[in-house]
């Protein structure tokens, strides 16, 4: 899908944590590949700022297609979470109508799958198969997360991640360092 020759056509650049790529609303139309690094996509509330985090993406992982292709405004902001590297295209690159289907379908199953988090109810349900979801085979997370980055992915208040997540603790289901999760044992379906 991505090679060198691609890459080249591109323009490479540095970003520093937390430094916004773009906001909610540009018009802008580049597409963009993670070569290194995290960057989160995320909406703020109008009524109060908040922000929700659609997505955590990382190398190998491409973002900015639909104002790429609609020439729309962006629906949300691009933001890293770590010092990243990130190769910027635009229009003039020929990108290939294969790997545009191949970043639209992993976008539409992500999608579905986040909708599915969501619809579960309670937020104890949620958190549980947000936890599950990001976890590798022997249950560590490998993004840093915060219990701000939690509430903002499963639409719940900062104050019942960390009720909650402390109770896992306690139980010694799941153990954090510095934002690092680790699920120890299977999470309980209710709490």
Same mark, same amino acid.
């Given at each position: 899908m =991505?090679? #060198?020759?691609?890459?080249?056509?591109g323009?490479?650049? !540095?970003?520093?944590?937390?430094?916004?790529?773009y906001?909610? @609303?540009?018009?802008? @139309?580049?597409i963009?590949y993670?070569?290194?690094?995290?960057?989160?996509?995320?909406?703020?509330?109008?009524?109060?700022?908040?922000e929700?985090?659609? +997505?955590?993406? /990382?190398?190998?992982?491409?973002? /900015?297609?639909?104002?790429?292709?609609?020439?729309?405004?962006?629906?949300?902001?691009?933001?890293?979470?770590?010092?990243? =590297? *990130?190769?910027?295209?635009?229009?003039e =690159?020929?990108?290939?109508d294969? %790997?545009?289907?191949?970043?639209? *379908?992993?976008?539409?199953?992500?999608?579905l799958?986040?909708? +599915?988090?969501?619809?579960? /109810?309670?937020?104890? %349900?949620?958190?549980?198969?947000?936890?599950?979801? &990001?976890? @590798?085979?022997?249950?560590?997370i490998? @993004?840093?997360? %915060?219990?701000?980055?939690?509430?903002?992915?499963i639409?719940?208040?900062?104050? &019942?991640?960390?009720l909650? *997540?402390? #109770?896992?603790?306690?139980?010694k289901?799941?153990?954090?360092?510095?934002?690092?999760?680790?699920i120890?044992?299977?999470?309980? !379906?209710n709490?």
């Amino acid at each position: 899908m =991505v090679n #060198q020759s691609m890459l080249d056509q591109g323009l490479e650049r !540095k970003f520093k944590n937390k430094t916004i790529i773009y906001n909610e @609303d540009d018009n802008t @139309d580049h597409i963009y590949y993670i070569k290194s690094g995290c960057v989160k996509m995320v909406r703020h509330r109008l009524e109060d700022g908040k922000e929700t985090i659609f +997505e955590l993406l /990382g190398p190998g992982d491409w973002f /900015g297609e639909m104002s790429y292709m609609s020439r729309k405004p962006r629906t949300e902001s691009a933001i890293t979470r770590v010092d990243s =590297v *990130v190769v910027r295209f635009n229009k003039e =690159v020929s990108i290939s109508d294969e %790997t545009l289907m191949e970043i639209l *379908v992993k976008r539409i199953d992500i999608s579905l799958n986040k909708n +599915e988090l969501l619809m579960s /109810g309670k937020v104890y %349900t949620r958190l549980i198969n947000f936890l599950n979801s &990001m976890a @590798d085979e022997e249950g560590c997370i490998k @993004d840093k997360l %915060t219990h701000s980055d939690i509430s903002g992915f499963i639409g719940s208040s900062r104050e &019942m991640i960390s009720l909650i *997540v402390k #109770q896992l603790h306690i139980g010694k289901f799941v153990t954090s360092k510095r934002g690092y999760y680790k699920i120890l044992k299977t999470l309980p !379906k209710n709490y």
